[in-house]
């Protein structure tokens, strides 16, 4: 762990980020994906940067299985690695973002009591690149239900919303409350602490988060307001962007018309135009929840280009990441079911 007393060495890691970011899957590479089998998938994989952990994994797993563990092995690499390249405040800002992980694999253990899914597909989820411990998480695997996950997190980031949000759940019988805990207490994390009257590296850190809340609210706007469901919007609100704030959300959820219109006429209306005109076209939110991914790393590339020497450039490399790894296991899944290759290419991400 960096000391805290040291200099941000942004110059080293973004040049890290943005060569590693060169590297990744192109567009090229899914369309041959989505003409082979799993086997194949796993074979072509092997010829990659992926050949470390498929290797290491190949004499346990096989087909899919193989492929989910090593994706996941191999992001816990790279993220790892970013972190153990960073000093300063560069660190402090890349250890809180990939907190993240964090979240997901408290949200995959719930969602597995939840839904009565075996330990086995549960791991299969997980994706060990966060702060938590292998004990840690191994105890939430662990635990047979929701009331001992939040016992086990009591004393982390996600203990008190959790325990404040279980009644709730126990009432209504949904998840919402407890996943929306979670998302909530990660994204306080991130904005906590921060100073004031920020610099100009702390201004671009803020910058980036409040773009990524604000794409999650206008997701969870749309959905709500497509829906129809008779739902609190307030519930699935996470505060700190710059786009909305709760009342506004409750508002403009109950005409669509309107919501629609305040997102053209945001900061990040160029970036959606083609988006919200796709969705007013098809009616599809599958489709324009792909776009809106497809928008924000498009826009994290727009920082990144803006100031290259900052963290913007590390956290679109993770985002760019993540997407990669979501595009490989959806082509994988979408294989093992039977899916068409048109199918499979609608969940693909591709910039």
Request: charged fraction near 30%.
């Amino acid at each position: 762990m960096s000391a805290s007393g040291q200099a941000a060495n942004y110059e080293y890691v973004t040049a890290r980020a943005r060569s590693r970011r060169a590297a990744l899957f192109d567009a090229d590479d899914y369309r041959k994906l989505v003409r082979m089998g799993p086997g194949e998938i796993a074979r072509f994989m092997e010829e990659t940067e992926y050949e470390e952990e498929m290797n290491a994994l190949g004499s346990r797993y096989s087909g899919v299985d193989l492929i989910e563990y090593a994706l996941n092995r191999n992001l816990a690499k790279h993220f790892d690695d970013m972190l153990r390249f960073a000093e300063g405040k560069l660190y402090d800002y890349i250890a809180r973002y990939l907190r993240k992980f964090d979240a997901w694999n408290v949200k995959t253990v719930v969602r597995g009591i939840y839904a009565g899914t075996g330990r086995q597909s549960v791991e299969d989820d997980l994706i060990r690149a966060g702060e938590f411990s292998e004990r840690r998480v191994n105890r939430l695997v662990e635990a047979e239900s929701i009331e001992a996950v939040v016992e086990q997190l009591d004393d982390t980031i996600f203990g008190d919303p959790l325990a404040a949000a279980l009644d709730e759940y126990e009432e209504s019988g949904v998840l919402v409350p407890l996943e929306n805990a979670v998302d909530r207490a990660y994204y306080r994390l991130l904005l906590s602490d921060l100073p004031s009257e920020p610099d100009r590296a702390t201004r671009l850190y803020i910058e980036f988060l409040e773009a990524e809340i604000d794409f999650r609210n206008i997701r969870n706007a749309l959905r709500l307001a497509r829906s129809g469901a008779d739902i609190d919007p307030a519930e699935y609100y996470i505060p700190g962007g710059r786009l909305f704030d709760e009342g506004e959300i409750r508002t403009l959820v109950n005409n669509p018309d309107q919501l629609v219109e305040r997102i053209r006429t945001s900061p990040y209306g160029d970036d959606l135009d083609q988006a919200l005109d796709e969705l007013d076209a098809a009616g599809s939110l599958i489709e324009f929840e792909l776009a809106l991914e497809r928008a924000l790393l498009e826009y994290s590339d727009t920082l990144s280009s803006r100031y290259p020497l900052s963290v913007c450039p590390v956290l679109a490399y993770i985002l760019a990441k993540e997407r990669e790894v979501d595009n490989i296991r959806a082509i994988a899944r979408g294989k093992e079911a039977g899916l068409s290759e048109d199918e499979i290419e609608e969940e693909l991400v591709v910039q």
